[in-house]
């Protein structure tokens, strides 16, 4: 079993910052992609950054400039630093990683409960 396990959201004012933590713990072999979604109330899911093993960053248009992602390999956790926040950027923000459980397994994603993000203007 694989558990990813959220952190860090809350209620912010604009222009203010939140990071969000996230660890994946259980049978896992190795993590290739780790990283973060969103969800806002009546929209789909949206990548919001990603992380690769190697250290390759995907931002959505949206975030660049005011969103970083880290990651820290050795303890399977990703981090998302949010600063200039903006009510748009209310949701529930989801942890997924990329990952193999075993040697000879085939990558799967697995994802966290979510956490939710507020924004208030």
């Known amino acids: 079993q694989v558990q990813l396990v959220e952190s860090g959201g809350g209620l912010v004012q604009a222009g203010g910052s939140l990071r969000l933590s996230c660890v994946a713990s259980?049978?896992?072999?190795?993590?290739?992609?780790m990283g973060w979604y969103r969800q806002a109330p009546g929209k789909q899911r949206e990548l919001v950054a990603d992380?690769?093993?190697?250290?390759?960053?995907n931002y959505a248009d949206s975030v660049k400039g005011r969103f970083t992602i880290f990651r820290d390999n050795a303890k399977n956790m990703v981090y998302l630093q949010m600063n200039s926040l903006k009510p748009e950027d209310t949701a529930v923000y989801y942890c997924?990683?990329?990952?193999?459980?075993?040697?000879?397994?085939?990558?799967?994603?697995?994802w966290g409960q979510g956490t939710q993000v507020t924004v208030s203007s």
């Open positions: 997924y990683a990329y990952l193999r459980t075993r040697s000879y397994s085939r990558l799967s994603d697995y």
């Open positions: 259980g049978s896992i072999f190795s993590i290739n992609v």
């Open positions: 992380i690769t093993t190697g250290g390759s960053i």
